[in-house]
């Protein structure tokens, strides 16, 4: 079992930036990937970046240039930089871990089975 807490989510203006962080416990934290989704309002939830154990990484192309997702192992934490924020980045952003260890095939939003509560970010016009 993995355990997720995100943190860092709030209310900003065009143009800001803002971390999201994920806080994991539980098993193997550093032979899982993990990943990024959020659900904007009215919206179904969307795959917006991962990273896999070995730190490869995977954006989707409407973040791409704005977002860095990283890991921190020794605490346990995933984190994702969020910069030149719009309005349509509005949404409540999940934490989520693989359900497997060790493999490379990360960026397939369906292996990814442990989520976190969500921590909702909202960009102002």
């Known amino acids: 079992q993995v355990q997720l807490v995100e943190s860092g989510g709030g209310l900003v203006q065009a143009g800001d930036a803002l971390r999201l962080s994920c806080a994991a416990s539980?098993?193997?934290?550093?032979?899982?990937?993990m990943a990024w989704f959020r659900q904007p309002p009215g919206k179904e939830r969307e795959f917006v970046a991962a990273?896999?154990?070995?730190?490869?990484?995977y954006y989707v192309d409407s973040v791409k240039g704005r977002f860095t997702i990283s890991r921190d192992n020794a605490k346990n934490t995933v984190y994702l930089q969020m910069t030149s924020l719009k309005p349509e980045d509005t949404a409540v952003y999940y934490c989520?871990?693989?359900?497997?260890?060790?493999?490379?095939?990360?960026?397939?939003?369906?292996?990814?089975?442990?989520w976190g509560q969500g921590t909702q970010v909202t960009v102002s016009s």
């Open positions: 539980g098993r193997a934290f550093s032979s899982k990937n």
């Open positions: 990273i896999s154990w070995t730190t490869s990484k």
């Open positions: 989520a871990a693989d359900r497997r260890d060790n493999t490379n095939y990360y960026t397939n939003p369906v292996y990814y089975y442990y």
